[in-house]
C-alpha cells in the first residue's frame, strides 16, 4: 500500500499538470534570453536591417536604421529612387519620389503611428511595464503545428498584439495585431522564422505580414539579407528636413 501511495505521490509530483505555472514575466525573460540575453539586447544602441521585400510581384530593397531613443529611418529602394520615411523621437517626416514628390514633408498623426512603433529597437516585451504596456500569459495554442506559450500585450495606446512564443526555444514565431488605424480596427498577422545569430543576438532572417484572412499574395515579404549592430548612424539621418511642406 505506502509503495503505491509512493508512485502515485511521484507522478503527481512529476507530471506536467503538477509543474508550477510559469508567470508572464519569467517566460518573458526566457524570451529575452533566448535571443541573447537582456544585457546584449540592452547594449544595441544602434541597428541597421537590409532585406528584399516582395508583395506578389513587386520587388523592392528596404533598409531600416533604428538608434536609441525612439529614431527610426525606412526606405524602399526601386532602380536607385528611394521612398524614405523618418522619425526622430518627436517628429515624422517622408521623401516620395514614387508618389511625384521629391521635397521632404511631414507625415499626419495616423501614418505616423506606425513609424513611432518600429522605432521600439529591442521590441514591445522587453522593460513593457517601463514603457506603459500591460502584459498577461493566456495561455497555450498552436501555430503550424508548434505548441506555443501566446501573451497578450495591451499597448498604452490601446492597441493590442499578441504573441506567440515557441514553448520550446521560446522565440517569436507569431505576432497577431490589433490596431486602430484612421478610426477602423485592422488585424494583422505576422510569421517570423529563420532565426540566425548576429553578435550574439537572434533575428528572424524571414518576416510574412499582411491582414488577417488576406490572400498569401497580398502580403509583404522580408527576406533579411544582413543585419548590422551598433553601426554609426549620424542623428541628422533621422531629423526633419530644413523647411518641409506642410502635412496634408
Not at 48 to 74: M, P
Not at 78 to 98: C, E, L, R, T, V
Request: glycine share 6%; hydrophobic share 35%.
Amino acid at each position: 500500500m505506502k509503495r503505491c501511495v509512493y508512485l502515485l505521490l511521484a507522478v503527481a509530483f512529476l507530471s506536467p499538470s503538477a509543474v508550477r505555472s510559469q508567470t508572464v514575466d519569467e517566460i518573458i525573460a526566457k524570451n529575452a534570453q533566448a535571443r541573447g540575453g537582456i544585457e546584449k539586447l540592452r547594449a544595441i544602441k544602434s541597428v541597421r536591417i537590409t532585406a528584399r521585400l516582395s508583395q506578389g510581384t513587386f520587388r523592392a530593397t528596404y533598409v531600416q536604421e533604428n538608434k536609441r531613443a525612439d529614431k527610426v529611418r525606412e526606405e524602399t529602394i526601386i532602380q536607385g529612387m528611394a521612398q524614405i520615411q523618418a522619425y526622430d523621437g518627436k517628429s515624422a517626416w517622408q521623401i516620395n519620389p514614387f508618389g511625384g514628390r521629391k521635397d521632404p514633408e511631414l507625415m499626419s498623426a495616423d501614418d505616423t503611428k506606425q513609424l513611432i512603433l518600429d522605432s521600439d529597437l529591442e521590441g514591445f516585451l522587453i522593460d513593457y511595464k517601463e514603457k506603459g504596456h500591460k502584459a498577461e500569459l493566456v495561455g497555450h495554442d498552436s501555430v503550424e503545428g508548434t505548441d506555443c506559450y501566446k501573451i497578450k500585450l495591451t499597448l498604452k495606446d490601446g492597441d493590442v498584439r499578441y504573441y506567440y512564443l515557441d514553448a520550446d526555444s521560446y522565440l517569436e514565431i507569431k505576432i497577431e495585431t490589433q490596431s486602430t488605424v484612421r478610426g477602423a480596427v485592422v488585424y494583422t498577422d505576422t510569421m517570423l522564422g529563420d532565426y540566425e545569430q548576429v553578435d550574439g543576438v537572434f533575428f528572424p532572417f524571414s518576416v510574412e505580414a499582411g491582414e488577417s484572412n488576406s490572400p498569401s499574395d497580398q502580403h509583404i515579404r522580408l527576406s533579411i539579407e544582413k543585419v548590422e549592430i551598433n553601426p554609426n548612424l549620424d542623428d541628422t539621418r533621422f531629423s526633419v528636413p530644413a523647411k518641409p511642406a506642410a502635412a496634408k
